[in-house]
């Protein structure tokens, strides 16, 4: 049976339009919680939230949900995604829910849902609550009806846990850092952990007014962060999404350095102190060719998986790895954390960058990516990679590229959006080639 709601991120689409209404969200709290209704304790959700406007009325609809099936809710207010994954551990929650779209603008929402151990829901979780939400659920008595709270030192407790992240012999005395919040929801945590760790802080993107989250700001638009950091003469610059779980840095000259970049530093980083596991580092299919080229000359080996940090995520809890992550800036280390984070990825990079004593761009642009392109194509509906012309361009495509490149293509997750991606040495064979099947699939 397929999916009806959930993508590769949870429930995600523009708010007040289906399935992201308050209607909706009201039934998730209700079908999550009672899916996560078992043995005889008080049972307990922990909710957080970014800094859109809707938040407010997607988490009173998720409250009225759990408690209307006899869980109690942890309210957390703006909290980054891995702040409600580790507190729902900490926390000792049967559940964890962060209300956001991530990256997306500000119109749009999205519920995450985390298990009592902080990962993300596994897909037999996922199918079971999307059945729940067909069939309904039953209400407790009115004397069982929850209770919600809200805690006042969140933010004090997840700043505490990403600063144990970092080596405790290091500190940030003497680095001066730009940090963007993208106006979202590690607009507090994220500049007070740096200062707390020494570093001169200069913070951008931490005015959220409900509307401005990722609003030319944030990892997806580091035009500001990129131009602060030139202007302020800082040794780097930090740039987060909306809900902090993903990582773009900037160097000195105002270069930007994506995912793999930053991923390729912390695995060699980590090998060189020994604390590499699994011989390899996770990435997804996006990941660039470079990238798996500079980790093999390192003895590093490099594993693959679907688009999706929870795809790699799996796929390092079964063969052993510390490291993985997306081009994207995903970056997931399982040493600290059960889901991505941005705070704690940024704070490893700047470790290595105190242990080298050299200028950024010297340290954080370590293999030349190999010519890659992707581009969108927007659909309205039906199946455009079934079509059979679309299939005949794809296996041409596959043939030209055979050995001198690869092809990615795929239905986005989150959006109506085939994504058509290819690398490889000759930067005019691969553009021809991503032309083409866009092309085809526009006209599918």
């Known amino acids: 049976m397929g999916r009806k709601f959930f993508g590769t991120d949870g ?24 899916h996560f209704l078992r043995g005889d304790h008080r049972h ?94 039953a209400l407790v008595d009115a004397g069982k009806i929850g209770r919600a709270k809200r805690i006042d030192d969140a933010r004090g407790r997840y700043i505490h846990f990403a600063k144990d992240t970092f080596p405790h012999q290091l500190r940030l005395d003497g680095l001066k850092v730009v940090v963007d919040c993208a106006n979202g929801a590690a607009y507090q945590v994220a500049p007070d952990a740096l200062w707390e760790l020494g570093a001169e802080v200069i913070a951008i993107g931490t005015k959220p007014n409900g ?9 997806t638009a580091p035009s500001a962060l990129q131009e602060t950091v030139v202007a302020s003469g800082a040794h780097v610059g930090l740039a987060l999404d909306g809900d902090a779980d993903r990582l773009i840095v900037v160097d000195e000259k105002g270069q930007l350095v994506d995912g793999d970049q930053l991923m390729a530093l912390i695995a060699t980083s980590q090998k060189a102190r020994g604390t590499l596991k699994g011989g390899a580092l996770v990435a997804t299919v996006m990941s660039n060719l470079g990238l798996e080229r500079y980790l093999d000359s390192q003895g590093i080996g490099m594993l693959r998986t679907s688009v999706g ?42 470790a290595a960058l105190v242990e080298s004593g050299k200028p950024a761009s010297d340290v954080l642009h370590l293999f030349d990516p190999v010519p890659q392109l992707l581009k969108n194509v927007r659909f309205a509906g039906g199946a455009p990679l079934d079509d059979a012309s679309v299939k005949s361009v794809i296996a041409e495509a596959e043939g030209a590229l055979n050995g001198r490149g690869r092809l990615v293509i795929r239905k986005s997750g989150t959006e109506p959006l085939i994504r058509v991606m290819a690398e490889g040495d000759d930067p005019q064979l691969v553009e021809q080639w991503v032309d083409r099947i866009c092309e085809a699939v526009a006209a599918a």
């Open 309 to 350: 940090d929870r795809y790699v995520l799996e796929a390092m809890r079964e063969h052993g790895c510390n490291v993985g992550g997306e081009q994207s800036g995903h970056i997931i280390l399982s040493d600290h954390a059960t889901t991505g984070d941005g705070l704690v990825a940024g704070l490893q990079v700047l």
């Open 211 to 219: 509307t401005n989250i990722n609003e030319g700001c944030g990892s």
């Open 44 to 137: 307990r959700v922990v909710i957080g939230k970014d800094t859109r406007l809707s938040g407010y009325m997607m988490e009173s609809a998720m409250v009225a949900g759990f408690t209307s099936v006899g869980m109690d809710v942890v309210l957390l207010g703006p909290m980054p995604t891995p702040a409600v994954a580790m507190l729902t551990r900490e926390l000792r929650a049967d559940i964890g829910v962060m209300i956001s779209a991530s990256h997306n603008k500000f119109a749009d929402n999205g519920i995450k849902l985390f298990g009592p151990d902080g990962y993300k829901l596994s897909d037999a979780d996922e199918m079971a609550i999307e059945a729940l939400l067909d069939e309904g659920t």
């Open 11 to 34: 429930i995600r689409g523009r708010t007040n339009v289906a399935p992201m209404t308050a209607e909706m969200a009201m039934k998730v709290g209700q079908a999550a919680g009672a």
